[in-house]
């Protein structure tokens, strides 16, 4: 056990010989990008699963996230209002687009925006909102999408991590104005790279998103209606998406069932575990533990460090804060918890073919940590 390398993260892919028969098929059409027809097929897929057709596949997440705050069009320098506890892409989209991020901070019991924390960061120049369903942990969407309506501002989530996670019997993508999603290798869904947007109200954002992500050409009048980007998905990418579309549900389920075998095992003083409000469907993205060294005996960065030597990798996701960096102000004030949440913080090993054995013998290792 102990040569053996544990990653935080291992892709999950499809049965091989499901791949190669749509790389057949891709090799027979001759079809290799620009909206071909596995592309196709992938979005037909994903609407009827979301069960909403206004859906645009990307090259990655980010860019999808990128080009969705764009096509609002907001005015230079205005003002987003979101979380500082994210992977750093969601706040350099919202920079690329000439806008200004405004940290707000976090909730203790689920590390995403606190939404009673938003309104009064609100200025005449806030344009939207860009909160984060972190670890697939599903913001109050209810109440941020009020006051999006209330203040006359957009709602644009990054739901990177949201895959597969439901409100309401819905899917979390039906929620504010836009929200992307991250089909990257490391998450439980993934096209090796890839994202999506998906819009709500009306179709105007597919169509604005279609252009942009293809150099702002509109293809149904040939003219070049603004400056746009290289974005789009190709057909190796969405015959990933196709060939693992079958093994959601199982993914899912394998991830439950190891997420609620760390649970027992790490039932100790100073390991804070999130539980997820049980109203929602949760998707299990993540296994993030809060390390409290004054119950626990040691910090986040001891139990990191220690549990290296026994070649197991785990992640500080999120650590450094989004807001610590030379391109960006915050007000400290602004975000006490989210700095003791990345500063506490560890993600551990989930994966589905992450054995029981494994997760065990993670768990006996954090329990019987000591100095040596
Ligand atoms: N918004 C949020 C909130 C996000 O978390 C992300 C991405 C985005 C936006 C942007 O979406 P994308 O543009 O990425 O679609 C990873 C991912 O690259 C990134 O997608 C993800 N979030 C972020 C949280 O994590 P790293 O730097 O931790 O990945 P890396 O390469 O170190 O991989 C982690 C572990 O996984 C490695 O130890 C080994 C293993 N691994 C990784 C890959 C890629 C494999 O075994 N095989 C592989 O192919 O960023």
Redesign the pocket.
Known sequence: MENKKI?????VLPPVERYIDYVKQIFNNQYLTNQGPLHKEFQAKLTELIGNDNITLFC??????ECAINAFDFENGGEVITTPY??I??IN?IINCGLKPVFCDIKMDDYTIDEDKIESLITPKTVAIVP?H?YGYPCNVKKIDEIANKHHLKAIY?A??AFGVEVDGKSIYNFGDAS?A??????LFHTI???MVVGNHNDFLKKRLTVIKNFGIDETTTLIEESGVNAKMNEFEAAMGLSLFPEIEKIIARRKEIIELYRKELNIPGIKIVTPDNTIKYNYAYFPILIDKEKFGYNRDEVLCYLEKYNI?T?K??YPLCCDNNYTDVNEKNIVNARYVSNNILSLPLYPTLENNDVIYICSLIKNIKND
């Open positions: 990653f935080v993260v291992r892709p990655n997440g980010h860019m999808a996230l994210t992977f892409s969601t989209a984060v972190v990054d990177a991590h992307m991250s089909f990257h290798s490391t998450k790279e890839g994202g990798y992640r996701y999120f």
